[in-house]
Nanobody
Framework: VQLQASGGGLVQAGGSLRLSCAASGRTFSSNGMGWFRQAPGKEREFVAAISWSAGSTYYADSVKGRFTISRDNAKNTVYLQMNSLKPDDTAVYYC????????????????WGQGTQVTVSS
């Protein structure tokens, strides 16, 4: 089972990036999925989570209104659209899968992706 994150890169403040996380090895259509991030010298923190049906989402206050999580169960993929990026958003972003949206936002994750670097310059 593998979660492959991609889409990171270097962007100027105010710009946008779209992260993707493709799952392989099993279907995650009945799982909650989410994104976390870890900045240098800081602990990993929750960013966003989505229910298996995409009917329910939850965001950290720091990204609410700027980031949007979505998923395509047919493609076994979850996305994170990041707009109005700030230098404080610079981090390695990890996708994750867990039993439900609620467990994911609590950090109770069964699978982690390998991470993709997002760097926002001022």
């Amino acid at each position: 089972v593998q979660l492959q994150a991609s889409g990171g890169g270097l962007v100027q403040a105010g710009g946008s990036l779209r992260l993707s996380c493709a799952a392989s090895g099993r279907t995650f259509s009945s799982n909650g999925m989410g994104w976390f991030r870890q900045a240098p010298g800081k602990e990993r923190e929750f960013v966003a989570a989505i229910s298996w049906s995409a009917g329910s989402t939850y965001y950290a206050d720091s990204v609410k209104g700027r980031f949007t999580i979505s998923r395509d169960n047919a493609k076994n993929t979850v996305y994170l659209q990041m707009n109005s990026l700030k230098p404080d958003d610079t981090a390695v972003y990890y996708c994750a899968a867990g039993p439900s949206r609620s467990t994911v936002l609590q950090g109770r994750v069964d699978y982690w992706g390998q991470g993709t670097q997002v760097t926002v310059s001022s």
